[in-house]
């Protein structure tokens, strides 16, 4: 909770539970409490899953920040987790599939 959002992220259900739909259960008494509670929103935060489009949820971009130590070593580590970042969104957007 925080600033007029309440945030949820990762429930989750045990199989044998499914039945009742818990996740439906537990996400309206969520919102509900944030209503009781006078905030503004719910955000189930990242993730473009199919039970957030039932409860109307707008998706948002996100963003991310690294932080390195200033050493080498680190400033290392940084630039080859970004080389490796990039590669994989070239990938996904299909440039690297030689189509």
Do not use: I
């Not at 045990?14 to 509900?32: I, N």
């Not at 905030?39 to 932080?67: I, M």
């Not at 987790?81 to 996904?92: D, E, I, L, T, Y």
């Amino acid at each position: 909770l925080g600033n007029g959002v309440d945030y949820a992220y990762q429930a989750g259900v045990l199989p044998e539970a499914l039945a009742w739909a818990p996740g439906t259960l537990s996400t309206a008494a969520w919102r509900r409490r944030a209503v009781e509670r006078g905030y503004r929103e719910f955000d189930f935060l990242r993730g473009d899953e199919a039970y957030k489009a039932h409860f109307r949820a707008q998706p948002r971009p996100t963003c991310e920040f690294r932080v390195a130590a200033p050493n080498r070593a680190a400033r290392w580590r940084l630039q080859l987790w970004m080389a490796g970042s990039r590669f994989k969104h070239w990938m996904r957007s299909g440039a690297g599939s030689g189509s």
